[in-house]
């Protein structure tokens, strides 16, 4: 079963940067997986931030995040990194990462959280002043 930890989460100002990651373990060798951030806001349902393939060429970006987020990946140290920059307080959510097999992906999905089989506790991130 893969293992999902996200970090990197706070408090910060609007127009400020935070950067999340993801580390990964138990994966399974020779399987490759794809990895999204999703964020969930109190009383709103979980919405799709950020997805990449394992490879790193294909990443999807949710229209609300679009030339404010990057997500990138690392294979060699199992991690997947959410640059986050000129934030807003309508960003403020708990992130996750959530984790699937990429051989079994379809990109029209990226957004559902029903395809992923592992999810982390996720990261608060707070955007205030």
């Known amino acids: 079963q893969v293992q999902l930890v996200e970090s990197g989460g706070g408090l910060v100002q609007p127009g400020g940067s935070l950067r999340l990651s993801c580390a990964a373990s138990?994966?399974?060798?020779?399987?490759?997986?794809?990895i999204t951030w999703f964020r969930q806001a109190p009383g709103k349902e979980r919405e799709g931030v950020a997805c990449?393939?394992?490879?790193?060429?294909?990443?999807k970006y949710a229209d609300s995040v679009k030339g404010r987020f990057t997500i990138s990946r690392d294979n060699g140290q199992n991690t997947v990194t959410l640059q986050m920059d000129d934030l807003k307080p309508e960003d403020t959510a708990i992130y996750l990462c959530?984790?699937?097999?990429?051989?079994?992906?379809?990109?029209?999905?990226?957004?559902?959280?029903?395809?992923?089989?592992?999810w982390g506790h996720g990261t608060q991130v707070t955007v205030s002043s």
């Open positions: 990449i393939s394992n490879s790193g060429v294909i990443r």
């Open positions: 138990d994966l399974p060798l020779s399987t490759a997986y794809i």
């Open positions: 959530a984790a699937t097999r990429e051989s079994a992906f379809m990109y029209g999905t990226s957004w559902q959280p029903e395809v992923y089989e592992a």
